[in-house]
Structures are given as structure tokens and as C-alpha cells.
Nanobody
Framework: VSVVESGGGLLEPGGSLTPTCKCSGVPFDEYHASWDRLTPGWECELVAFITGDGNNARIVDAVKGRFTISRDNYRDLVSLEMNSLKPEDTAVYYC???????????WGQGTQVTVSS
């Protein structure tokens, strides 16, 4: 199983970025997906979640209205569109997939997003 994030970077406040996550080795549509982040203060928090079929998504209040999660089950991709970025969004962003009918989960290696002027 492979879960690989890409698309992080360094940008100024107010900027936009869309990290993506490519998965392989599993029946992708049988896995829910989420983006979690690890802050510089070592807090790990869920940012966004989407069901395996892509029909339901949830965004946490801290980023609601600025972030959007989506998935492409044909290309086995999960994306996190991030707009109006703030310094407090600085973190390592991880993609996680969770089996719908099992307790298995797989994490990517993370991608760094730094928002600073």
C-alpha cells in the first residue's frame, strides 16, 4: 500500500495551495480519506474528512469556508484545496485512508505547508 502526498510549500498569508494524495495498493473507493495536520506545537488535528464514495465530507470549524476536500476515485487521488491561508495553518499535512469495512488505516509521509510573511 502506498499513500503519497505532494504539493506543500512556503507561501504568504492569503495565498492558496492544493496538496494532493495519491494512493495505490488498495480498492480506493472502499476507503474513507482524511487530511490531518501536525502543528509546530505538536498538536495533531483532523482537518477534513470525505467518505469513500465522495458523497459526504466534513471540514473542521478552524478551516471551514477556506478549505475543501475532494477525491477522484478514478485516479485514486484525494485533494485539499486551501485558500486564504493563515500563519496558524502552518503544519505538516498528512493524508490518511481508513477501510470502510475494516479497522485498517494507512498514512502518508506528510507534506510541509508553511505560511509566513
Amino acid at each position: 500500500v502506498s499513500v503519497v502526498e505532494s504539493g506543500g510549500g512556503l507561501l504568504e498569508p492569503g495565498g492558496s495551495l492544493t496538496p494532493t494524495c495519491k494512493c495505490s495498493g488498495v480498492p480506493f473507493d472502499e476507503y474513507h480519506a482524511s487530511w490531518d495536520r501536525l502543528t509546530p506545537g505538536w498538536e495533531c488535528e483532523l482537518v477534513a474528512f470525505i467518505t469513500g464514495d465522495g458523497n459526504n465530507a466534513r471540514i473542521v470549524d478552524a478551516v471551514k469556508g477556506r478549505f475543501t476536500i475532494s477525491r477522484d476515485n478514478y485516479r485514486d487521488l484525494v485533494s485539499l484545496e486551501m485558500n486564504s491561508l493563515k500563519p496558524e495553518d502552518t503544519a505538516v499535512y498528512y493524508c490518511k485512508i481508513q477501510g470502510m469495512s475494516s479497522n485498517t488505516e494507512f498514512w502518508g509521509q506528510g507534506t510541509q505547508v508553511t505560511v509566513s510573511s
